[in-house]
C-alpha cells in the first residue's frame, strides 16, 4: 500500500478508516467513536484547520494522551485496550501533529502506527480509490476537498 501520494488530509482519513476497522473487527460500537471518526473525515473538506483542531477539542474521544470515557473503557475488552487506546491516539496525532509547525514525517508515522495495529489484528484496511489519488501539489496538506468529493468518498465507506 503506497501512501506517499496521500495528503495530510488523506492521510487522516484513513487513520479514521483504521479507528473503523478496528471497531468493526471487534464489535465496539460507541456513539463516541461515530463523533471522533466523522470529525476526522471532516479534515477533508475543512476549510480552516485552527478551527477544524478547536472543534476536535469539544469531542467526547479527543485522544491527545487524555483518558478514553469510562463507558467506552468498559466495552473494550481488555485484552485490546492498550491496542485501542494506542490506534486513538496514533489516528488523531496524524492531522495535528503538523498543524502549527513546520512540515515533518510524523503524519506518515502515525499512520503507519495505526496500520501496524491493524496488522498486529490481521485486521484488513479497505481504503477507497478516491483516498490515495494525491490531491498536494500545492503542499503537504493538499486543498480542501469540495463536497461532492467528499459525499462520493462517504458514500464509498458506508
Not at 3 to 16: F, H, N, P, V
Not at 26 to 41: A, R
Request: hydrophobic share 40%; charged share 25%.
Amino acid at each position: 500500500m503506497n501512501l506517499e501520494k496521500a495528503s495530510i488530509r488523506e492521510k487522516q482519513a484513513i487513520g479514521a478508516l483504521c479507528i473503523l476497522s478496528f471497531c468493526e473487527k471487534y464489535s465496539i460500537n460507541y456513539k463516541g467513536i461515530d463523533e471522533l471518526t466523522n470529525h476526522l473525515f471532516e479534515l477533508l473538506v475543512s476549510e480552516n484547520l485552527p478551527n477544524w483542531n478547536q472543534k476536535g477539542l469539544n469531542i467526547e474521544i479527543i485522544g491527545r494522551g487524555d483518558n478514553l470515557p469510562t463507558s467506552l473503557k468498559n466495552i473494550i475488552p481488555e485484552n485490546l485496550f492498550e491496542d485501542f487506546y494506542k490506534l486513538i491516539d496514533n489516528a488523531i496525532e496524524i492531522g495535528i501533529v503538523d498543524l502549527f509547525g513546520q512540515t515533518t514525517d510524523h503524519p506518515k508515522l502515525f499512520l503507519s502506527n495505526c496500520i501496524n495495529i491493524l496488522s498486529k489484528h490481521v485486521i484488513k484496511l479497505e481504503i477507497p480509490e478516491i483516498l490515495l489519488k494525491g490531491n498536494h501539489k500545492h503542499n503537504t496538506w493538499g486543498l480542501p476537498w469540495d463536497i461532492d468529493k467528499y459525499d462520493e468518498f462517504k458514500n464509498a465507506i458506508t
